[in-house]
């Protein structure tokens, strides 16, 4: 068991040291790890836990490990695979943010960040465009989207205020509809 | 102390209500770190976006570990960090115990008929929010404009993160200009 434990910590530290560029990057190589190299889980195993994992709060990458450690070796195993996805950017980010706050106001490095702030405002935005193209939104599903939007950057509104009021409309749309499932709103 | 107990309280919300990946928390973050507690500046949250780019790991954490750091040194950011990790850490646990086929339950579905247009929104506030903080001058106009259609035909965002920071040198640099004048 305990060789076990290890070897789920070590591999969900590669796991988290390895993928750069946030969450979603990290589920092919977990997907890779864990159930196609090692088959400590079957594929549809794996999948099962995604659909959790997306549809929970938090991190996916972070509650895709809960879950897999939880699977694999109970509650220690799975602080033990949270602790080894967390770890590597944990440390990588202490040491920059050490590092960092003296350097950030030479000259040199507010030149550079100059440069990327705008580039990080184009990449937010894109995204914006991206996903509206790919979830195939209807219109009312749009409206959604805009009146979330001018809540936050008009009316100062919290996000998670605005997050809860649209889980209540989903969950109220239920009640309207009867409960029935219809796959076109989607 | 109290400082200590309202991070771990902030990122413990942060935590638990971040939806929709990680553009979507951005809105959340930013809210609780930049408007309601001025922990960081609004400059100073954009380039910690920045360098969660091109560090491993998701963005939640790295600035849970950042803005820890920057407020209470080495404890704070592992209760930051903690703190962000936390509801998830629990909700996950409940779920794998008790509610095998979560994400089937009719609930859960409608909830996120509603959660998953509306965190689009949210990456959409993040954006503008991030925007105000970073158009100085006609450079970063190009930049953005350059970064913005590239993201869009799928580059790679750690070279247009790189790209974009020697932009900056060339651009920005005061003792580079001076050396082309000689």
């Known amino acids: ?25 990290m589920v092919p190589l977990m997907k890779k790890e864990i159930a196609g190299k090692r088959k400590w889980l079957s594929d549809e195993e794996f999948v099962d836990i995604l659909a959790v994992a997306q ?11 809960v879950y897999v ?28 943010a050490m590092f960092f706050t003296t350097i950030k106001d030479q000259p040199l490095i507010e030149a550079i960040f100059k440069g990327i702030r705008p580039a990080v405002a184009a990449m937010i935005g894109a995204s914006v465009i991206t996903l509206l193209k790919s979830a195939k939104i209807k219109s009312g599903a749009l409206t959604v989207t805009f009146l979330a939007a001018v809540a936050i950057i008009v009316f100062n509104l919290h996000p998670i205020l605005v997050i809860i009021l649209a889980a209540l409309g989903g969950i ?15 | 102390m109290a400082v200590l107990i309202k991070i771990l309280l902030s990122f413990i919300k942060i935590g638990a209500f971040s939806f929709g990946g990680g553009y979507a928390v951005l809105a959340v973050i930013q809210k609780e770190i930049v408007n309601v507690n001025h922990w960081l500046s609004n400059k100073d949250f954009i380039d910690v976006v920045a360098i969660s780019q091109v560090t491993p790991g998701p963005i939640a954490i790295n600035s849970a570990t950042y803005v820890g ?24 646990l409940i779920i794998a115990r008790y509610f095998t086929r979560f994400s089937d339950k009719p609930a859960v579905k409608w909830m996120f008929k509603g959660i998953r ?10 954006a503008v929010s991030v925007a105000e903080g970073s158009f100085i001058d006609v450079y970063s106009w190009l ?10 035909k ?29």
Not at chain 1, 55 to 65: R, Y
Not at chain 1, 172 to 186: P, Q
Not at chain 2, 155 to 181: K, N, V
């Open chain 2, 154 to 182: 799928d580059f790679d965002p750690i070279l247009l993160t790189i790209i974009s920071g020697i932009l900056g040198i060339i651009f920005y640099y005061q003792p580079l200009h001076a050396l082309f004048r000689l």
């Open chain 1, 1 to 25: 068991m305990t060789k076990r434990l290890i070897q789920m910590f070590l591999v969900f530290f590669k796991i988290g040291a390895f993928t750069l560029g946030g969450g979603y990057a």
């Open chain 2, 69 to 92: 750091y920057t407020i209470k040194g080495i404890l704070g950011s592992t209760l930051a960090t903690l703190g962000v990790v936390l509801p998830s850490f629990v909700i996950i």
């Open chain 1, 69 to 96: 450690g939880y699977k694999m070796g109970g509650f220690i195993g799975s602080i033990v695979a949270t602790l080894g996805s967390t770890l590597p950017s944990f440390i990588t980010i202490l040491l920059i």
């Open chain 1, 172 to 186: 109220s749309a239920m009640a309207i509809s009867g409960g029935e499932e219809r796959g076109s709103t989607d």
């Open chain 2, 143 to 152: 930049i953005f404009l350059l970064a913005f259609i590239l993201t869009y």
């Open chain 2, 117 to 126: 247009p509306a965190s689009i929104g949210l990456i959409a506030a993040a």
């Open chain 1, 55 to 65: 549809s929970a709060p938090g991190p996916i990458a972070i509650n895709t490990s």
